[in-house]
């Protein structure tokens, strides 16, 4: 990652937050505390709400339930990876037909 990525990323990040402390050209080592990690570990409602949205889209572009557990949709994912993998012939067809 470029400083100026990362400088166009944090810049970003503090307009969608509503920080006021700053204005809106935030140098890349004003203040160390400022990362991804401390951000996560916050996880402010805007950015969880964020997430939230993007699980959304996710589950409605494959077509899936939003409820569900992460188990489901760790079967659901490695379905579909073994369903790609046959079809570009990285793996042979399964015999078990769970994963058809």
Same mark, same amino acid.
């Given at each position: 990652?470029?400083?100026?990525?990362?400088?166009?990323?944090?810049?970003?990040?503090?307009?969608?937050?509503?920080?006021?402390?700053?204005?809106? $050209?935030?140098?890349?080592?004003?203040?160390?505390?400022?990362?991804?990690?401390?951000?996560?570990?916050?996880?402010?409602?805007?950015? $969880?709400?964020?997430?939230?949205?993007?699980?959304?889209?996710?589950?409605?572009?494959?077509?899936?339930?939003? $409820?569900?557990?992460?188990?489901?949709?760790?079967?659901?994912?490695?379905?579909?990876?073994?369903?790609?993998?046959?079809?570009?012939?990285?793996?042979?067809?399964?015999? $078990?037909?769970?994963?058809?």
């Amino acid at each position: 990652m470029t400083v100026t990525f990362t400088h166009r990323a944090l810049r970003e990040v503090t307009v969608a937050s509503g920080d006021s402390q700053t204005s809106g $050209d935030v140098q890349p080592k004003a203040d160390k505390k400022r990362t991804l990690t401390n951000l996560y570990n916050q996880r402010p409602t805007w950015l $969880d709400l964020a997430h939230k949205r993007l699980d959304n889209a996710v589950f409605a572009a494959y077509g899936w339930k939003s $409820d569900l557990s992460d188990e489901e949709i760790l079967e659901k994912l490695l379905a579909l990876n073994l369903a790609q993998a046959t079809l570009n012939g990285i793996l042979p067809i399964p015999n $078990d037909s769970k994963y058809h």
